[in-house]
């Protein structure tokens, strides 16, 4: 297939965007050093160089096997080829031209012998005799030729003694049987011409030439029809016509056992991981010597530099994970911090796995130690990063630790899944937890799962049974590291990092907390709408995957800036009276953005984290409260468009930008004189889109989908908030009274809310209907 070069420089500029937007300083060399530092340790030779004893010798201490492994029984192999080699049978050439050649030679005789006869022509016969005892090396007198000639011998040999040698012929007929020594009973007859293979049993009389002599001696001496002189002729001249049908194909054969040879497997005996080789002050065996030999020659005793190699591109492959988003955008920033808080922990992984696999090699005792990498707390090490990341950086984060701790414990694909899978359960347990009570309930059904992973690896591995007590206390061990290895460093990440983990966030949502008491007490109408966007927000969250906790704590405190002016903004103005209706456009725009300045600031110092930080200076992004610039355009000013936006950031994450969606949303609910179905679900709508269409969305990781679903949720969720209930009837005629009146002073209120509601954006329009202009 021809690589298209395009796409190649399309990946590779893809990937450097991505890089120089995570930054590019002292955080993406910590995870470059990572690599190389876990690449070395990987290659490093496994362990001490095991001892070796020859047969006959006393071992001067233990050896245990740490893995499992195959050896060869050369000598079993050996004696199993040597017997298939034994019952293969030997492959003869049948030459047939051989009986026919033997046929016409008795033919010819006694052919020739019959037109001497007739012509008397003695001198003719001698020829003949001297000629046949000069080819045969005989002494033959010419009586026994003459005698060859009578009727009655001719008429035996044409009818009996001929047939009977052909069928002989047919059957095949061997050199010398001594060639059968130490084979099978049967044979393989091969005609040399047709290449057909019959099997024959030397059992059922297979002859060799001296057995065919002494056969057809002996019928002819039986037959009682013939004189002594013929049955003497034909004793002494047949014999000479006769020869081998067969002959040995030793080339055949060879290739036939060969063939046969390369299919037998070589017989090994199975090594169990963690069994005993040999004790100390034990005799030392053959058997035992083969299995030294094998443990000696399989470990490592240099730096395996192709395996560093390896393992760095692999996890060069794994680490470019956490800078890429399926949808092809840029998605959260990984900082530098982010950066070297992954680098320090793959590292420290490293280097413990790396530490307790030569520990338990390095153990020269009967103790079984090969189980060790089973009580490895991966599960918990990973489980710190769902406390600060989202799921697809904690999945590739798991992803590193189970691939560099398999890979250092130099365990097999089994145990790798054995890590991996255990990471993601505690991340999912973890997940689900809205306390640390519950966290610390997790542990059984992490042992639970725990014990069903390391089952099927145990079958994968064929565990023998007396070692699963062993797996089963390892296993243990694994889990209840795991839960104290959470909850022991995730203060130092709040601490040395100032993470906001999972379990801050989950403090932060108490609304005991004295930010969320002094916002409940000096501003209650922002207090109500801080609860009411948190329920928005987190349902939304929820829909579309994002991190519904962090979302829910980021809307709580989103507006906690309103503390420091709280009588500027229309929820906390209970007396009807507005400052604004005194102040310049431009005054109290300042007054309304000053809050997100004030907001930022009260969360660094009650160190409510960078990811609340973030939010609250990105929930209004860099839109614009247009009744204030309507506002000052009906007043005769000229507005500038820049002195009138939020200095934003534009929202960063989902959660963010989920967050500016349902504040803006709440507040222009809350402003609907008659909220009904129909009003919110179109509202919501249309505000929505707005947002998108300002462009205030363009950095958040969403997608179309998810719009969809956040609309649909926000709906779901207004609409039950404003819900209709059954007037009481002293209460319907004071409403009817006061309604027209309540409806002017809402409308008032409103052009004090930080976020419209769903009224025309002019600019928006007058850009669209430019667009418009220019597609015509």
């Known amino acids: ?301 240099s730096f395996n530099f192709y395996r560093a190699m390896g393992s760095f591109i692999l996890g060069f492959m794994l680490t470019l994970g956490l800078f890429m988003t399926p949808s092809g955008q840029k998605g959260r920033i990984l900082h530098s911090k982010d950066q070297v808080f992954i680098a320090l922990l793959v590292s420290l992984v490293g280097c413990l796995a790396f530490a307790l696999a030569h520990f338990g090699h390095s153990i020269s005792s009967e103790l079984d130690t090969s189980l060790l990498p089973y009580a490895f707390p991966v599960a918990g090490i990973a489980g710190l990063a769902v406390l600060i990341f989202s799921a697809r950086r904690y999945c590739v984060l798991g992803f590193l630790i189970a691939f560099f701790s398999s890979l250092l414990f130099q365990g097999d694909v089994a145990l790798f899944l054995y890590y991996f899978i255990s990471t993601m359960v505690n991340t999912w347990l973890i997940l689900r937890s809205q306390s640390r009570q519950d966290v610390v309930l997790s542990i059984i059904p992490l042992f639970l799962i725990l014990i069903l992973i390391g089952l099927g690896t145990a079958l994968m591995q064929h565990l023998i049974f007396t070692r699963y007590l062993t797996l089963f206390i390892m296993i243990t061990t694994n889990a209840i590291l795991s839960i104290l290895i959470l909850f022991a460093l995730s203060p130092v990440l709040e601490l040395i990092f100032g993470y906001t983990t999972r379990f801050r966030l989950m403090e932060l949502m108490n609304l005991d907390h004295p930010l969320l008491q002094e916002i409940m007490m000096n501003t209650p109408g922002t207090y109500h709408h801080c609860l009411v966007v948190s329920n928005l927000v987190e349902a939304g969250a929820k829909a579309i995957g994002a991190n519904s906790l962090l979302a829910k704590v980021g809307a709580l405190y989103h507006d906690i800036g309103k503390i420091a002016h709280p009588h500027y903004f229309s929820e906390n103005q209970f007396d009807g009276i507005n400052p604004h209706d005194k102040l310049s456009p431009r005054m109290s725009c300042l007054i309304i953005f000053s809050h997100v300045k004030n907001g930022v600031e009260l969360a660094e110092k009650y160190k409510l984290g960078q990811e609340i930080t973030d939010m609250i200076s990105q929930h209004h992004g860099t839109r614009m409260p247009m009744a204030f610039f309507l506002k000052a355009k009906k007043l005769g000013e000229e507005p500038k468009e820049e ?101 002017e002073e809402k409308i008032e209120k409103s052009t004090e809310e930080k976020i419209e509601p769903p009224i025309k954006n002019p600019l928006l329009e007058e850009k669209q209907t430019t667009n418009n202009e220019e597609k015509k």
């Open 1 to 301: 297939m021809k690589t298209n070069p395009l796409s190649i420089k399309e990946l590779y500029l893809h990937i450097k965007t991505m890089l120089l937007y995570h930054g590019h300083s002292y955080g993406l060399c910590a995870l470059f050093v990572m690599l190389i530092f876990l690449s070395f340790l990987s290659g490093l030779p496994y362990g001490q160089t095991p001892a070796l004893f020859v047969t006959g010798e006393i071992a001067t201490q233990t050896v245990i096997a740490k893995r499992d492994f195959l050896i060869e029984d050369e000598e079993g192999t050996k004696e199993r080829k040597a017997k298939i080699r034994a019952i293969q049978p030997l492959v003869f050439d049948y030459n047939p031209e051989v009986a026919t050649r033997v046929r016409e030679g008795i033919l010819n005789l006694i052919h020739t012998i019959n037109t001497l006869e007739i012509n008397h022509d003695e001198e003719g016969l001698k020829k003949i005799q001297e000629q046949f005892n000069k080819t045969y090396l005989t002494h033959l007198d010419f009586n026994t030729f003459k005698t060859l000639a009578q009727a009655n011998t001719q008429e035996y040999t044409f009818e009996t003694l001929l047939p009977w040698i052909d069928n002989q012929m047919v059957q095949g007929i061997l050199s010398d049987n001594r060639i059968l020594f130490n084979t099978t009973n049967t044979i393989i007859i091969r005609d040399r011409n047709t290449k057909m293979e019959r099997v024959r049993s030397i059992s059922n009389g297979l002859l060799d030439l001296h057995a065919l002599t002494v056969a057809m001696g002996n019928k002819i001496r039986a037959e009682q029809s013939l004189s002594e002189e013929a049955r003497s002729a034909l004793l002494k001249i047949f014999p000479y016509f006769l020869a081998p049908t067969l002959a040995l194909n030793q080339e055949e054969t060879n290739q036939k056992i060969n063939s046969l040879l390369a299919t037998v497997k070589p017989i090994y005996f199975q090594v169990h991981n963690g069994e005993i080789i040999v004790r100390e002050g034990d005799l030392v065996t053959r058997e035992t010597q083969l299995k030294l030999q094998t443990i000696y020659n399989s470990s490592e005793i």
């Open 643 to 743: 002195d009138y936006r939020y200095a934003g950031p534009r929202p960063q994450t989902k959660e963010a930008a989920i967050l500016m969606m349902a504040d803006t949303l709440e507040a222009a609910i809350r402003s609907i004189p008659d909220p009904s179905p129909a009003r919110i679900s179109s509202t919501v709508e249309t505000l929505v889109k707005n947002i998108y269409a300002e462009g205030q969305l363009d950095e958040a990781d969403l997608t179309f989908k998810d719009l969809n679903k956040l609309i649909e949720s926000f709906t779901r969720t207004l609409r039950a908030l404003n819900h209709q209930r059954v007037a009481y009837p002293q209460i319907q005629n004071l409403q009817d009274k006061d309604k027209n009146k309540t409806k």
